[in-house]
């Protein structure tokens, strides 16, 4: 058994631990055969800066969130399966691989959720999108990283217990028969 003063001091260690500074190398804690490391090797990001350019305006209003990041996040998104961009932003966030994806630290704030969704509403056209979408799934197939011969639809059926009025409907018929089964036994 533990003793009491032994618990404190591991509790007192785990705390003082949490709080912890330390310099590390984002890079070296992203896995060698990590997907993203693989995406960022075969498709040239830099692409997409000549693509948006005319969308942007150099000498006029606020410094604006970076195009290639925007576009990395909505990649992010829908590698991985996260449904929407909030969620994404906080897993992002969190995710030392998504970082070094991105370009970003571990201390650099991450665009809001809302900037992202405001440049695919209002800035990127959708002509511009589906190019850029059909260009990366290009850059990716061509290294050999996708493939279109197979796809995989999970088609499983699942029935919904969403009908209230059967579960009622069955507990009434369940209180009758025991109702009966009293009146029978008299």
Same mark, same amino acid.
């Given at each position: 058994?533990?003793?009491?003063?032994?618990? @404190?001091? +591991?509790?007192? %260690?785990?705390?003082?631990?949490?709080?912890?500074?330390?310099?590390?190398?984002?890079? %070296?804690?992203?896995?060698?055969?990590?997907?993203?490391?693989k995406?960022?090797? =075969?498709?040239?990001?830099?692409?997409?800066?000549?693509?948006?350019?005319?969308?942007y305006?150099?000498?006029?209003? $606020?410094?604006?969130?970076?195009?290639?990041?925007?576009?990395?996040?909505?990649?992010?998104?829908?590698?991985?399966?996260?449904?929407?961009?909030?969620?994404?932003?906080e @897993?992002?966030?969190?995710?030392?691989a998504y970082?070094?994806?991105?370009?970003?630290? +571990?201390?650099?704030?991450?665009?809001?959720?809302a900037?992202?969704?405001?440049n695919?509403?209002?800035?990127?056209?959708? %002509?511009?999108?589906?190019?850029?979408?059909?260009?990366?799934?290009?850059?990716?197939?061509?290294?050999? +990283?996708?493939?279109?011969? =197979?796809?995989?639809?999970?088609?499983?059926?699942?029935? =919904?217990? =969403?009908? +209230?009025?059967?579960?009622?409907?069955?507990?009434?018929?369940?209180?009758q028969?025991?109702?009966?089964?009293?009146?029978?036994? $008299?």
């Open positions: 058994m533990i003793k009491k003063k032994a618990v @404190e001091k +591991m509790l007192k %260690q785990e705390m003082e631990n949490r709080s912890q500074m330390e310099f590390f190398c984002i890079y %070296q804690f992203v896995p060698k055969k990590h997907l993203l490391r995406i960022d090797k =075969a498709v040239d990001f830099y692409h997409i800066y000549e693509l948006v350019e005319d969308l305006c150099p000498d006029n209003g $606020r410094p604006s969130c970076d195009p290639v990041v925007l576009f990395k996040m909505v990649i992010i998104q829908h590698l991985y399966g996260i449904p929407f961009l909030r969620r994404t932003v @897993e992002i966030n969190m995710n030392v970082r070094w994806f991105l370009g970003y630290t +571990m201390s650099d704030k991450l665009p809001h959720f900037t992202i969704s405001y695919f509403k209002h800035r990127f056209t959708e %002509q511009t999108i589906e190019y850029i979408f059909h260009w990366v799934l290009d850059e990716i197939a061509a290294h050999h +990283m996708l493939s279109p011969e =197979a796809v995989f639809i999970d088609g499983t059926h699942i029935k =919904a217990s =969403a009908n +209230m009025k059967k579960r009622i409907k069955e507990k009434y018929l369940l209180l028969k025991s109702t009966k089964n009293c009146l029978w036994k $008299r």
